[in-house]
C-alpha cells in the first residue's frame, strides 16, 4: 500500500534534515572569535570546514589550538599553548569551563581568541594612552615646525632674537619626543593573551628598542642642536662635539626605525580589530611615507608634512577602535572596515 502524500512529504523532509551538517548549511556562522593558529587572522563566521582566506590554514586546525573540537563543540580541558588574557598564567590542561586559578578570569575569555575586544582592559587601556600620547606628540612636533619656519622668516629683522627663541624651542622639542617615547612604550606593552606565542623578535620589541635608542640620543644631541639653532658652532668642543654629532644621526635613523616599526604594529593590531583598511594602509606606508618624505622634503617640507599627516591618520583610526573596545567591549564601525 503507498504511503499517503503528507507521510512522503515528511518523510523527504526529515531526510533533508537529517543531510543538513551544521549550521552553515541554516546561514549560522560556525566560528566565533578564533584567530588562525598560522596567521592570526580573524575566523568569525566562516565554516569549520574551510581554510584560511589568508594563508590556506585548514580553519579546523585553528579551532582544535583553541580547545575547541569543530564537530562536537568545546572540549573539556584547555589545549597546549594558551595563556590568560588578564595575567598570563598556563591554562593547558585545565578545564575550558573553569577559571584561571591565579587571577580567577574565565577559561573561555581567554579562548575567545586573538581579537582585541578580547583583550584585558589594563592592556587594552595602555594601548589606548599610548596612542594618545603618541598623537599629542605627533602634533606638537608639526606645530614646532611650523613656528620655526615662522620665527625664522621673521627673524631677519630682529636681531638676537633666535638667542632667546630657540632655546624654548629645542626645550620643548625634547619635552615632546619623550612624551611620545612614552607613547611608543605604552603601546608596544606586551599582550599577556600573546605570551609564549610570539617570536624573540617583532614589531613590538623592535618598536621598544628604537623608542629606548631614540630618547637617550634625543637628550644627548639636544644642546648641539641648541648650539646650530642659535647660530653657534661645537667645533671646539671636540671629543663632546663628535659625541653629540654622532648621537643626532644615530637618533635620525632610529625615529626612521622607530616609525616603520610602529607601522608594522598597527597592522598586527588592525587585524586584531579586524580593520582591513588600517591593515592594508599601514604595509602599503611602510614604504611610501618614507619615499614621500625624500622625494619632496625640498619642497617646502611638503614631503615629511604629508607623510606625517598620513601617519596620524592611520594611528588616529586605530586609537578610535581601541578607545571604543575600552568603553563598550567593541570596535568602532568606520567607513573600510
Known sequence: MSEPDGANGQREAGEREAVVPDGASLGRPLVRGVACVSCQYPLD???TGGVCPECATEIRRSLMAAGMD???GVLGV???????VSCGYALAGLPVHGKCPECGTDVQRSLRGFLLQYASPEYIGSLHTGLRLVLWGILGKVVLMVTVFLAGAAASGLPGFLQVFMPAVMGVDV???LVMAVGYWKVSEPDPQLQGMESPVTARVVLRASTVIGAVCTVVAAPQALVAGTGGGVAGYGLLAAIMGLAGLLGTLAWLVQAVAMLTQARFLGRRVPDRKIVDLAGRYRWVLPLISVLFFCVLFLGPLLAIVLYWNLLDRLRKHVKMIQERGV???LVGM
Do not use: N
Not at 584547555?78 to 590568560?84: E, I, R
Open 331 to 333: 570596535p568602532a564601525g
Open 45 to 47: 563566521g566562516l565554516p
Open 70 to 72: 569543530p564537530a562536537a
Open 175 to 177: 619635552l615632546v619626543s
Open 78 to 84: 584547555v589545549q597546549g599553548g594558551h595563556t590568560c
